[in-house]
């Protein structure tokens, strides 16, 4: 798939790009575990804990090296993708969020999903939601007379998102600051350490610990509304009675928003070390 991308010239918006992962990003469980449940295939988190341990393939990549390696994933097909993708649990108000992206106080972010899973699961689980062409996932070539995965044609995982938001970038011109990404795993550290040398926002929707230290913001929710809090913070400048405003006029009560920082602390002994221990008060 091409990426169509054209600025709105003469448009009194300013301008933004938003890409967001997938898995666990815009839904609660990863694709491999809904396909291989679906499947009745077993042990799926361990082969990918095999798979990035030798470092086969780029993280968040395992799925698509086992649809095309592994015996037991061999039998999938196109068909089994999407069906995989009706079952995907998506956090709510997802649909909600695309439209008030589209204007934020004369401030429009164009929508786009980037990932590793499969094309055809992102689009079947984000039907009517988020448009295909919107949509940038790991693309298969299919064998026209069996229908099994003959090969990969692309995969988004690692650094190869990067490559995908540079030619986002480079078919809508904007400024460096303007872009967002929005991730949660390991797979997503590449892009957000980019982001961030091009002066944007990255925003962390999990604890995952190698991302929350590099992204700018974390946000932890079941509704993806909840990205919008530090859109609306950093970038818009609003404060948080205008914010909750904002919320109260879709009918959303923001019940519980807690600020927290917190440090996470190991404290042993240097070896050698004799001296007692000292209680702080």
């Known amino acids: 798939m091409s990426i169509q991308l054209s600025p709105d010239r003469g448009s009194p918006f300013k301008q933004y790009l938003l890409i967001s992962d997938f898995d666990q990003t815009l839904s609660f469980n990863d694709s491999g575990i809904v396909l291989s449940e679906m499947l009745g295939i077993a042990g799926f988190p361990g082969r990918i804990a095999g798979l990035s341990r030798i470092h086969m393939v780029q993280q968040g990549g395992e799925l698509a090296y ?3 390696h592994d015996p037991e994933y061999r039998r999938v097909r196109k068909q089994d993708l999407i069906e995989a993708g009706k079952r995907i649990r998506l956090k709510e108000n997802i649909r909600l969020l695309s439209r008030l992206l589209d204007d934020l106080d004369g ?3 164009s929508f786009y999903v980037v990932s590793a899973a499969p094309e055809e699961v992102i689009q079947s689980a984000l039907e009517g939601i988020v448009p295909h062409d919107h949509i940038y996932g790991t693309r298969f070539r299919y064998d026209q007379a069996s229908g099994e995965i003959e090969s990969i044609v692309r995969v988004p995982a690692g650094y190869g998102k990067v490559a995908v938001l540079e030619d986002f970038r480079a078919r809508l011109p904007i400024s460096h600051d303007r872009i ?7 797979s997503d550290v590449h892009v957000m350490l ?8 990255t925003i962390a929707v999990s604890e995952n610990k190698y991302i929350t230290q590099i992204a700018r913001r974390t946000i932890l929710s079941d509704d993806a509304l909840s990205v919008l809090i530090p859109i609306l913070e950093d970038i818009l400048g609003w404060n948080t009675t205008r914010i909750r405003a904002l919320f109260d006029t879709h009918g959303f009560l923001l019940q519980e928003w807690d600020k927290v920082r917190t440090d996470t602390l190991t404290i042993s002994k240097a070896p050698g070390n004799s001296t007692p221990g000292v209680e702080i008060q």
Do not use: Q
């Open 194 to 201: 980019h982001v961030n040398r091009l002066d944007g926002l």
């Open 66 to 68: 086992l649809l095309l």
């Open 180 to 186: 967002v990404y929005i991730g949660d795993g390991s």
């Open 107 to 109: 401030h429009r972010f």
